[in-house]
């Protein structure tokens, strides 16, 4: 498609209703659960959406992955209004915006072996020869700190984070421009958590990739995001640099997450603790 001067996502007063009118009702009701949600990522960027359970922001991801859909407002992916595009998405939309989420082992088949998961998408996605589809996996799969040897693996045979290593693989193989890490590491312990968080960045560097990067953990938004916005009931409450946001908030409400959040605070005594496991657990592993 096109690039220009405009940010590669742009959300624009998003609202996101959803029906709660059961089956046998006649008169329709829905919650709002998303609204007035305004923020941009550009290209190679980003963007922590952080908040409490149930704040909204799957929801979000969501809607940009077009899995939910739109009430207002407007969400524009390379300047497209992506509320203008076909019901069923077009396929380019569906390679330039992945996602990445909690639970890997969900989305494989325990019956397959993980390089299937990768051959199969590039099939999906009419790309190369079934020669050409092995290659481009086990590069991939090296790309992302596992090798040709994991590509013949069941899922039952691999750890929490070569699961996650092989989501990403899978996300990553369709070079996509946005991948929306819907809390992507919130399951990992912490020293798996900073080698996939490293991963993704250099990963980033590498390609240019841009992410959408959702969480409720602020200690891990911290480590990956640019920018972070804050999301309460619904609504952005916040949102500015990551340090801008960590160091100085503005709005009560992220002084009250970030106070309860003990790995957010670099100089308190729970992250010095945290710190310590961590390091214990780098030495055992070493
Ligand atoms: N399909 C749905 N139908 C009705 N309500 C939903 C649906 N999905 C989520 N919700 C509600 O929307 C709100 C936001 O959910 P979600 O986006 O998953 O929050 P978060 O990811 O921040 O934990 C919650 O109150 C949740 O109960
Ligand atoms: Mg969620």
Redesign the pocket.
């Known amino acids: 498609m096109m690039n220009g001067n405009h940010p590669l996502l742009e959300v624009r007063d998003l609202r996101i209703d959803y029906d709660i009118s059961g089956a046998a009702s006649w008169r329709r009701r829905t919650i709002t659960v998303v609204q007035g949600v305004s923020f941009d990522i550009a290209p190679g960027e980003t963007y922590g959406l952080v908040g409490e359970s149930g704040s909204g922001?799957?929801t979000t991801g969501r809607a940009i992955l077009r899995l939910a859909d739109v009430s207002g407002g407007s969400v524009r992916f390379d300047g497209q209004d992506l509320t203008r595009l076909p019901k069923a998405t077009p396929l380019s939309y569906r390679r330039d915006v992945q996602a990445v989420y909690q639970d890997p082992a969900a989305s494989l088949n325990p019956r397959h072996r993980v390089g299937r998961a990768i051959t199969e998408t590039l099939q999906r996605h009419r790309i190369g020869d079934r020669a050409q589809r092995r290659s481009k996996a086990a590069e991939i799969f090296k790309k992302v700190g596992l090798t040709e040897e994991h590509l013949s693996r069941f899922p039952g045979q691999m750890s929490g984070g070569q699961l996650q290593r092989v989501a990403i693989a899978r996300a990553l193989v369709l070079e996509p421009r946005l991948i929306v890490c819907?809390?992507a590491v919130s399951a990992l312990d912490l020293s798996t958590q900073s080698q996939i968080i490293n991963l993704l960045k250099d990963l980033q560097a590498d390609t240019g990739v841009s992410y959408l990067f959702?969480t409720h953990d602020l200690g891990v938004v911290r480590h990956i995001s640019h920018r972070v916005g804050v999301l309460r009931r619904g609504e952005i409450v916040e949102q500015g640099p990551t340090r801008e946001i960590f160091e100085d908030p503005k709005d009560e409400y992220t002084q009250a997450l970030l106070a309860a959040s003990p790995a957010s605070h670099p100089s308190g005594r729970t992250e010095r603790r945290a710190a310590r496991v961590r390091q214990r657990i780098e030495m055992g592993k070493a």
Request: aromatic share 0%; hydrophobic share 20%.
């Open positions: 922001k799957s819907d809390e959702i």
